[in-house]
């Protein structure tokens, strides 16, 4: 689907990423300021509305983050059924919301809703990157270290909780993470020196790992075990649940990643569990690794050394 699409937008000078790379967001130049542009939007993780609308609004904030880039203005995009959902339930999704675009240093300029039987909600962005720092998919170099600065296993759990196998609070910890601008890391990362880079949402680890070594032209190689999961992950999946989107992101990837003979299925759905405002993967320069993890750490992140950038064919070596 993209390809047509980067025909049409190729050649045009003042489009520094555009769909050819399939990044988190597109970036173009204007008046020596990169301007980084993204949308996004969600159906309910939870039963409060304040607190969807504060994930969904993180969630799309996330795109601008792991460009490096810092928030300018958003846009509410209001999919709202006319029943069945109290008024000020949705006003409380849209105050949730604006209280995240505030905390991200935007500005909330309005949005447009429309009539839709299921509830979805988001946000589209414009943000502003320095053309020469940015944190881009096609930034990853031979050497990198790997870092992942949220857990994993959103999908599932928020799956199980509306399946009712999790309870409110088995859900909290996911949900605390959910609403976690990734702000301060991406502030951190430029601060040590990394450009290459995606955050982790709905085509899973595997999937956005690829991305980088695809767009890079690099090999990737991660340690399963180091990988942060959320606790109750497993024990979910050995009660059956999981998500719609676990088996294609598998498939989409099969035949760029390896996986070790013999691994234990549930073990491995991690690497394709579908991420609700995930954290950023960053491919961080050899000398960097230690003291970009000792900040993510003391920020309060839950973050992880997993793996690292080593030179080959683009693919996704899992240990």
Do not use: W
């Not at 429309?114 to 881009?136: Q, S």
């Not at 090999?219 to 075990?225: A, G, K, N």
């Not at 760029?256 to 993967?281: C, M, N, R, Y």
């Amino acid at each position: 689907m993209v390809a047509p699409l980067a025909a049409i937008a190729g050649g045009d000078e003042r489009v520094l990423v555009g769909p050819d790379t399939a990044d988190d967001a597109g970036v173009y130049l204007l008046d020596g300021n990169a301007l980084v542009a993204t949308v996004d939007f969600i159906t309910p993780v939870c039963d409060d509305p304040r607190r969807f609308g504060r994930v969904a609004a993180a969630n799309a904030l996330s795109d601008v983050f792991a460009m490096g880039g810092e928030v300018l203005f958003a846009l509410n995009l209001c999919c709202f059924p006319e029943t069945d959902v109290a008024p000020e339930d949705l006003e409380a999704i849209l105050v949730g919301a604006a209280e995240v675009i505030a905390e991200a240093g935007g500005a909330l300029l309005g949005g447009h809703s429309v009539r839709d039987d299921e509830l979805k909600f988001g946000l589209a962005v414009v943000g502003r990157a320095e053309p020469d720092r940015l944190i881009t998919n096609a930034g990853a170099r031979p050497g990198d270290r790997l870092i992942l600065t949220k857990p994993l296993g959103t999908g599932v759990l928020i799956n199980a909780f509306k399946a009712g196998k999790l309870d409110a609070a088995g859900l909290e910890p996911a949900l605390v993470e959910m609403e976690r601008l990734n702000r301060t890391a991406s502030h951190l990362a430029l601060e040590h020196g990394v450009s290459g880079g995606t955050d982790v949402t709905g085509f899973g680890f595997a999937g956005h790992a690829l991305g980088i070594a695809r767009a890079s032209g690099v090999t990737l190689r991660v340690r399963l075990s180091d990988l942060p999961v959320h606790e109750g992950f497993a024990e979910l999946r050995r009660r059956r649940v999981t998500t719609a989107s676990t088996r294609a992101n598998r498939e989409h990837t099969a035949g760029e990643t390896e996986l070790p003979a013999g691994l234990d299925e549930i073990a491995a759905e991690v690497l394709f569990d579908p991420q609700t405002s995930g954290g950023l993967l960053l491919a961080v320069p050899a000398d960097a690794p230690s003291s970009l993890l000792d900040a993510l750490l003391a920020s309060g992140h839950h973050a992880a050394l997993v793996g690292e950038v080593e030179a080959g064919a683009p693919r996704l070596v899992v240990v």
